[in-house]
């Protein structure tokens, strides 16, 4: 699964392998799905915790907001689950990495293709 988005909107998850049956439909608790750089491509919540975005604008786009919304979890007494890290898209370079991913559908591949300028 590759997540693709931008770092302000919701990404688009592009499943290889969906994930086990019930992971968030059954769960109270936040399921955060990290990503490589320290952010997170995915937040499942099955009921509102609007209190896990309460961050300060110096922490939303870092590397640290993975951990901050982890601790903003334990603070409110959630036990949040993690599904597997993966590498979302937020870059060029991220895009340049993900089109090395041979899971990678050849859909989402032609549109992450580099564009030459007018």
């Not at 491509?41 to 951990?67: E, M, Q």
């Not at 959630?78 to 899971?103: F, H, I, M, W």
């Amino acid at each position: 699964m590759n997540a693709v988005g931008h770092e302000h909107t919701p990404a688009i998850l592009v499943m290889a392998k969906p994930p086990r049956p019930g992971t968030v439909k059954t769960r109270p608790h936040p399921l955060l799905g990290p990503a490589l750089d320290g952010r997170y491509y995915l937040i499942g919540l099955r009921v509102p915790h609007t209190s896990l975005f309460a961050l300060g604008p110096d922490v939303w786009s870092t590397d640290r907001v993975l951990a901050a919304t982890r601790a903003l979890a334990r603070g409110e007494g959630l036990s949040v689950g993690l599904l597997r890290p993966l590498r979302d898209l937020d870059t060029p370079e991220d895009a340049a990495a993900l089109l090395t991913d041979p899971a990678l559908p050849a859909s989402i591949a032609a549109l992450l293709q580099p564009v030459e300028a007018p």
